[in-house]
């Protein structure tokens, strides 16, 4: 069993940064991989990026390439998000989540952090 937090949300200006993190309990396997999701009000949850955990290789969604960040810290068993050049349409409640490798569906989910970008 895996349980994800979520922090760092808030409310920023156009054109700030911001680190959301996402803090796991429980044993995350060499063989789990976490992402980043976001859902914007009226809208459907959106994957932003995900990250093996054990190799760190990285994907990400087009619309926050060269922005967004994912990393991760295996010693804190900690999840990262940096996010520069934030944009009004980043304005979004955002997850992180786990899942198995080879499993295409996050099995783990966190509660959530919310981000809101002023312009």
């Known amino acids: 069993q895996v349980q994800l937090v979520e922090s760092g949300g808030g409310l920023v200006q156009a054109g700030d940064s911001l680190r959301l993190s996402c803090a796991a309990s429980?044993?995350?396997?060499?063989?789990?991989?976490m992402g980043w999701f976001r859902q914007a009000p009226g809208k459907e949850r959106d994957f932003v990026a995900a990250?093996?955990?054990?190799?760190?290789?990285?994907d990400y969604a087009d619309s926050v390439k060269g922005r967004l960040t994912i990393s991760r810290d295996n010693a804190k068993n900690t999840l990262y998000l940096q996010m520069n050049s934030l944009k009004s349409e980043d304005t979004a409640v955002y997850y992180c989540?786990?899942?198995?490798?080879?499993?295409?569906?996050?099995?783990?989910w966190g509660q959530g952090t919310q981000v809101t970008v002023s312009s």
């Open positions: 989540a786990a899942r198995r490798l080879g499993v295409a569906q996050y099995s783990y």
């Open positions: 429980g044993r995350i396997l060499s063989s789990y991989a």
């Open positions: 990250i093996t955990w054990n190799s760190g290789i990285t």
